[in-house]
């Protein structure tokens, strides 16, 4: 199933667009991989959600604007339910997030570069491309020559994760000619979840929000 960006902004807020992948309900948690250890473990009570601190370090990057996007499709739902954090401006070569945990099984990250030109997508951060196995690390040739790939996080139980985020200018077929755009990936393979999409030359784009599975 699949649903509209003007929908889904309407709906949830979100300030990115991206390319809606068919899904069902975003899976349970799994115990991810991620660029760097996890800290420790959440501990909540009763009535407070358990809360994760997310660091991305985006080096060649400085003023991207970020965005963390769920989308899931609840059992028996007719639309998908989207939750979007703040846009947040990469500073010092690096930006950070605290969420609700809960909120990374299923996440991906959209980027907006200064560079972009009329792309008629927003960049999506690939977090494991077809062929690589969760942990490996990945070089700006081997993205290149990746063709299909997933923005869908399997999430974390942690407190604390630091994932170090790769991104390159490149060109890209735009909406009228060919147009500067952005090529972004994590630099070790995450934990994923389906659905596996195309992305040509590595580069991975949306225009409505993707649903996890």
Same mark, same amino acid.
């Given at each position: 199933m699949s649903f509209r960006t003007a929908a889904a902004i309407a709906a949830a807020s979100v300030a990115f667009t991206g390319t809606v992948a068919t899904g069902v309900s975003a899976a349970a948690p799994a115990t991810s991989a991620t660029s760097t250890t996890t800290t420790s473990t959440t501990t909540s009570s009763s009535t407070?959600?358990? @809360?994760?601190?997310?660091?991305? %370090? =985006?080096?060649?990057?400085?003023?991207?604007?970020?965005?963390? =996007?769920?989308?899931? @499709?609840?059992?028996?739902? %007719?639309?998908?339910?989207?939750?979007?954090? /703040?846009? /947040?401006?990469?500073?010092?070569?690096?930006?950070?997030?605290?969420?609700?945990?809960?909120?990374?099984?299923? @996440?991906s990250t959209t980027l907006r570069a200064p560079w972009e030109g009329h792309t008629g997508y927003v960049t999506t951060v690939v977090q494991r491309y077809r062929g690589m196995a969760v942990g490996d690390r990945v070089s700006f040739r081997q993205a290149r020559h990746r063709g299909v790939a997933s923005s869908c996080w399997a999430g974390t139980r942690g407190t604390e994760v630091r994932t170090a985020v790769v991104v390159r200018k490149v060109q890209v077929d735009g909406v009228r000619e060919r147009v500067p755009g952005t090529l972004a990936f994590t630099r070790t393979t995450q934990d994923w979840h389906d659905p596996m999409r195309r992305a040509p030359g590595g580069v991975l784009g949306s225009q409505d929000v993707d649903v996890c599975r």
């Open positions: 407070e959600p358990a @809360m994760t601190r997310l660091t991305y %370090d =985006v080096a060649g990057c400085e003023g991207c604007e970020v965005q963390l =996007v769920n989308g899931r @499709m609840p059992e028996g739902a %007719d639309q998908p339910v989207v939750w979007s954090s /703040k846009v /947040k401006r990469v500073e010092d070569g690096r930006v950070r997030f605290t969420v609700a945990t809960r909120r990374t099984w299923g @996440m």
